[in-house]
């Protein structure tokens, strides 16, 4: 189906209006687009939890999206909605809030655009000498000898796609035996902690500070046929809750899997050497090449050193282990 996307440019404060406006027009398909100042201070909020933005998400106005679906009885549908919005322009002043420019711009879109077109670019891949990382909704490829880790998602990171992905998943491959016990911090969608279960880890514990990633993380799980005694999905932080900090460091893990950002690692760095076993591993990566020496500092000054380091293009990944 084609649908009519109308993008009004406002403000913060003028979003409310037009989607009353919208409302009162029966347009209830709408989205909103946070402009630069919304997601600059989102991000300062958040700022231990990030290493950089993607400039494509900077530049823009704050802006309502309205979708109708073109066909010819909503014809009169875009016109009214100019008109609506022309009367809120000629009533500025009584409003008495800045409502912005108001620009009107207008494309048509498939339905598909909106959720779908991802999953064309996520197909079976092979990932390592053994695993083959499979979309929930494709087809395992006809005389595949690999184990197959099948994985949708949804909202939360982590499709094997990926460079920092792909190298965790490499290093796992190379690093872990069965029966070792792994920590997997920052689980996202599962994938690696899922794999190291498939790969013959005893206990696995998936955890996250997302209630999201940790739903998407037990459908998959559930999805690839985990014993779930063996594989445990805990939601909380580790940096600021020192209780749920304690239930974690009591046990030692023989790998510890942190494919997340260069800040958080560099926050975890004292608290992960507590998480390992003498002998155990720390499995890192999400680092971008020009932090890779601060990663590398703080895991120092915590008694761990880097035995391995991979790169992807503008990422990095550590194989660590206690210094000796």
């Not at 300062?44 to 704050?62: I, L, N, T």
């Not at 779930?228 to 046990?251: A, C, H, P, Q, V």
């Not at 023989?254 to 958080?264: G, Q, Y």
Request: with cysteine.
């Amino acid at each position: 189906m084609k649908w009519k996307e109308i993008t009004i440019y406002t403000t913060e404060e003028g979003t409310e209006i037009i989607l009353a406006r919208l409302d009162m027009l029966g347009i209830t398909q709408v989205n909103i687009v946070q402009g630069d100042e919304e997601i600059d201070a989102l991000l300062h909020s958040c700022e231990k939890y990030w290493d950089y933005a993607d400039e494509a998400a900077m530049g823009k106005q704050p802006s309502v999206q309205a979708y109708v679906s073109d066909v010819p009885e909503n014809a009169a549908v875009e016109q009214a909605v100019r008109n609506s919005i022309a009367e809120l322009g000629s009533m500025r002043s009584e409003i008495g809030i800045d409502m912005g420019s108001l620009k009107i711009e207008v494309r048509s879109v498939d339905e598909e655009d909106w959720a779908n077109n991802w999953k064309a670019y996520f197909k079976p891949m092979p990932v390592g000498e053994k695993l083959l990382v499979c979309p929930s909704w494709e087809k395992i490829p006809d005389g595949n000898t690999r184990a197959v880790l099948k994985i949708d998602p949804g909202m939360a990171f982590g499709t094997g796609t990926h460079h920092t992905t792909r190298m965790c998943l490499e290093l796992l491959e190379e690093n872990i035996k069965n029966g070792d016990l792994v920590a997997d911090l920052g689980c996202g969608s599962g994938i690696l902690s899922i794999a190291a279960s498939l790969m013959g880890a005893k206990e696995t514990y998936a955890i996250d500070i997302d209630p999201v990633a940790a739903r998407v993380a037990a459908e998959n799980a559930e999805l690839n046929g985990i014993d779930m005694s063996g594989y445990f999905i805990r939601i909380g932080d580790i940096l600021s809750d020192e209780k749920f900090r304690d239930d974690i460091s009591g046990r030692q893990y023989d790998i510890v899997l942190a494919n997340i950002v260069a800040n958080v690692i560099i926050a975890f760095a004292p608290v992960i050497p507590q998480l390992m076993k003498p002998d155990g591993k720390l499995i890192a990566s999400g680092i971008i090449a020009d932090r890779l020496d601060e990663v590398l500092d703080a895991l120092k000054a915590n008694g761990l050193e880097a035995v391995e380091i991979c790169s992807g293009e503008d990422w990095r990944a550590v194989l660590a282990a206690k210094i000796s």
